[in-house]
């Protein structure tokens, strides 16, 4: 079979991957989150799409990590993005992030962890050979705590395809 390959395996486990922390958003967009269930997510900031307060941007401008445990609003979870009230020194924000801006989401509850490369813009769905995407670096999940990334915690980059 020469040219595209129809049967992008990586590409098919990304999308699925990234399709865990929506459905966990939309159960606690609909039920509330339940026991001791708690999420942290890092963004970039930069990403097409991340709708984010000048100021949160200026003190944030390469990724940031949210939490939403106890005092989030007005969750609405999409196919491509998710939106979210939180406080931020005292003054309420609205946060609009697409699941491709996502660089990591946890659940520390759980022992539950996922770590995902950042998707560029000029990478389509469904494309077929795209450019290899830069690895996200340390400092992406610096604020998340260190329970956050012990335990059940996927990283993505073991799925993709390695061209020599």
Request: aromatic share 8%; proline share 7%; no cysteine.
């Amino acid at each position: 079979m020469a040219g595209e390959d129809k049967l992008d395996y990586a590409r098919l486990v990304r999308e699925a991957l990234r399709d865990v922390p929506r459905q966990a958003l939309r159960l606690a967009a609909s039920e509330g989150l339940p026991g001791e269930h708690h999420f942290y997510l890092t963004f970039r900031t930069s990403h097409p799409g991340v709708a984010i307060s000048p100021a949160l941007l200026a003190r944030h401008p390469r990724d940031m990590t949210i939490v939403l445990q106890h005092q989030f609003w007005d969750l609405a979870v999409g196919e491509e993005a998710f939106s979210v009230t939180l406080r931020f020194g005292g003054a309420a924000e609205r946060l609009h992030v697409p699941f491709d801006a996502l660089l990591a989401f946890a659940d520390p509850s759980a022992q539950f962890g996922l770590h995902y490369e950042p998707v560029e813009e000029n990478e389509g769905r469904g494309a077929g050979a795209r450019p290899e995407a830069a690895e996200p670096e340390p400092a992406a999940v610096s604020e998340a705590p260190a329970e956050a990334s012990a335990g059940n915690v996927v990283d993505i980059r073991a799925f993709r395809r390695r061209e020599d």
